[in-house]
Structure formats: C-alpha cells, structure tokens
C-alpha cells in the first residue's frame, strides 16, 4: 500500500490566495486615513485662499500656496504619523497590562475564571454541556483561554501583531502622496494653474483613494467610492466656503 506523506497546510499562502490577504489590506486603514486627510488638508490651503481671493482685483498668490501647501503636506504628515505610531504603541502597552492580569488570574484563581468563562460560553448559545466541555478544552491550554478571556471577558481586540514603525510610514506616504495631488497644479503648470485644475486634481486623488478602499476592501464599488468622494467634497466646499470670509 502506498502512503501519501500529508503536506503541511500552508495557512499564508491560503491567505493570500482565498482572501487576498496583502501588505495594502493590512494597511488599509493608515492608506485611506492618511490619504484622504493628505487631500483635504491640502486642498483646504488651495480653497481657503481661492475663496478669500474672489476679489477680481486681487491675483491668486502661487508662490504663498505652494509655501502653505508644503508646509502642511510635510508638517501634518509627520505629525500624523507620529500620533498613529504613539497610539498603536499605547494600545499594545494596555492590551499587554489587560493580558498579564488576566493571565494571573486564570493561573492564581482558576476557579472564579471558570466561572466567568461558563458564563461567557452560555450567553453565546451552548448549553451547559457544551459550555462546560469547552472550558475543560481550554483549561487545558491557558494561553488560548487568556486570549478567549481577553476578546470574550474585556472585548479587546489584539494588536499585538501590528507594527507601530509600517503603520505610521504607510499614514505618512499615504498623507504626502494623495496629499500632493491638490497642489500638482501649482507645481506643474505655475501661473497657468487655477483653482479649477486644483479641485479637479482633488477629485481625481479622492477617486483613486476611493478605488484602493473597492479594490482592497471588496465592498461595493458605488458605495467604497461614493462615500470618499461624498466625504471630501463636503470637506472641500466648507473649507472654500471659510476662505470666502477672508479677503485679500
């Protein structure tokens, strides 16, 4: 008889396979946060003196845009970044205090956890026999009980896995790339750009950050899309709108 030697299940490759697990949906999140923040942000300096430079007497100052412009492409990149990786840390150092005190207690005081555990167990359907065989499995592997403990007890979810460093340089890349997008304009074309240019750049970063989230997050084209177009330009139009108060 011939043996089959079984081939160790592969669980990354069926990840990336079955549910297109990749660097861009793992990050996700820092992409569209830091993308649509870098669009609005910067587009706001555009609005804010197009709308204070309605005045047909007064010229659009190309020079002051791009200096504002820059300034707050790199200036809130770097300050979101930070704040993104000094939260991802802090939310790592409570989720480990959390674990540490309930592992302590599944191994000093195993019965009142039992106790909760059954609890737990029976508010999510089984009876008392399968709650209670469950808990015997568990028992017998405190590091998976002190996770069941940890999303199940205190409704933690484990950041354990996430890199504080990649989340913050992909909000910053993020922010600076699509943030530049408004200014491309100015850049490019100098005295021949208007603010017309400028809000269909705008639109066009809003609708390629939109596309990531459909393509990267699978929901509904209409919806991934829409809501970020929706979103900023709401954004966009108050930040024109404050502009206008302002006169030069």
């Known amino acids: 008889m011939t043996k089959h030697k079984h081939e160790a299940f592969d669980l990354e490759e ?44 007064s010229n659009l100052p190309i020079l002051t845009i791009l200096l504002f412009g820059f300034a707050n492409l790199f200036a809130d990149g770097f300050s979101m970044a930070l704040g993104n990786f000094i939260s991802t840390r802090s939310e790592q150092d409570v989720y480990r205090h959390a674990k540490a005190k309930e592992s302590y207690e599944i191994k000093h005081h195993p019965e009142m956890e039992k106790e909760e555990s059954l609890e737990i167990l029976l508010r999510k359907g089984f009876n008392k026999k399968q709650a209670a065989d469950l808990l015997a499995i568990y028992a017998t592997n405190p ?98 709108f404050v502009g206008t108060f302002f006169k030069i």
């Open 14 to 57: 069926h990840l990336q396979a079955e549910h297109k697990i990749t660097p861009l949906t793992t990050y996700l999140k820092e992409i569209v946060y830091g993308g649509i923040d870098g669009i609005i942000t910067t587009f706001a300096i555009v609005a804010g003196f197009a709308g204070a430079a309605i005045n047909p007497d």
């Open 143 to 240: 590091a998976y009980w002190t996770d069941f403990m940890m999303n199940h007890e205190l409704e933690l979810s484990n950041p354990e896995g996430d890199n504080s460093f990649l989340m913050a340089l992909a909000t910053l890349f993020s922010f600076v790339i699509f943030g530049f997008i408004p200014l491309s304009p100015y850049v490019f074309l100098g005295e021949l750009a208007s603010f017309e240019l400028s809000i269909l750049a705008t639109a066009v970063a809003l609708f390629l950050l939109g596309l990531i989230r459909w393509r990267v997050g699978q929901q509904g084209a209409m919806r991934s899309v829409g809501e970020v177009l929706l979103l900023g330009g709401v954004a966009a139009s108050i930040a024109y």
